[in-house]
């Protein structure tokens, strides 16, 4: 939320140049060796500054170096958080405990759209304010569940008691909304990256779905499938800040947590007891796939062979990569743990 090496439009207009005149976006984006460059042709703010370097990075505050000179952890930013959470608990009865916890929230701060990749900013910070907005790791449902249940003593049976009792199961069960996907960079050209050394997200087009294909609907084929809609958003004007946020409605794919264990007790004597169990982690064995290209509304989608809509995709907007995926197969451990 700090730049301090930034072109402000204070200090552009102590030049006489404004982000909305073509003309000067042209000058900005100019080199300083070349006539386009206009009055700022050969005018370097210090010598030995190469005549290579655009006008944009000379008029820069301190334009020796090409970072934004951020500070370390700066305490700028907000963050809203509302929510409802219910909690039922049982306590060990029956051999059975669980505990379930439901969250719907809703969460809000001004750092997510200021720098929503490492060291790039994203919105204006002459305007934090308008940095307020859905918080990249906004999950408004979430639903969790863990018990146990360990079975009893079973009847008057002895040998059918003893076959039966003292197993168990437990498990972790974790349900919740996908994370937001950031919109597109804008890169309309001169990007405000070249002449400003800030950036901004592209707007959204009304009407426009973000999707091709529902990333939670198991009805598509990743492999051939491009599933964002490139248009669904466009460049704001060049110089110009988009106007584009998080949105509830643009989120990756759920992934939930599935983990369960199945075990016995075996008691020996009183002090004298083994437990074995085999824990699973993705029980179900769910696929899930790596989060789509996103970055580039305008990147070129392509296939092995682009004549055959069936083809594998290989690259461009929506495209997903599945040389590897988002979470690993099932997993199972065997434990024994010998008490005395």
Known sequence: MVNYNYLSNDLLNSYGLSLKNPADLT?????????????????????????????????????????????????????????????????????????????????????????????????????????KSLSANSRPFISGLGMNYTVPKWGTNKALSLALRDWTIGAFLQYTSGLPIAPPVANANPTLTAVTFQSSFQNRVPGELLFTKDLNCHCFDPNTTFVLNPKAWNNPAPGQFGTATF?????????????????????????????????????FNRTFFNNPSSTNSQMVQSRVNNNDPNSQTTAGFGFINNTTVASPPRQGQIVARFQF
């Open 247 to 283: 949105y509830n409605d643009y989120r990756q794919q759920r992934r939930p947590i599935e983990n369960v264990a199945v075990g016995r007790l075996f008691r020996f004597r009183e002090k004298l007891t083994l437990n074995m169990r085999i824990e699973f982690t993705n029980v």
């Open 27 to 131: 000058i900005l984006n100019a080199t300083l060796g070349s006539t386009a460059a206009g009055r700022f042709q050969n005018k370097v703010p210090f010598p030995g500054f190469p005549l290579t370097a655009t006008v944009a990075q000379s008029l820069r505050p301190f334009p020796q170096f090409s970072s934004g000179l951020a500070p370390l952890w700066a305490p700028l930013g907000n963050t809203w958080y509302d929510s409802l959470q219910i909690k039922a608990t049982k306590r060990y009865s029956h051999g059975l405990d669980f505990t379930y916890a439901f969250t719907w929230s809703k969460e809000l701060d001004t750092l997510s759209k200021m720098v929503t990749m490492p060291t790039v900013v994203i919105q204006d910070v002459q305007d934090r304010p308008s940095a």
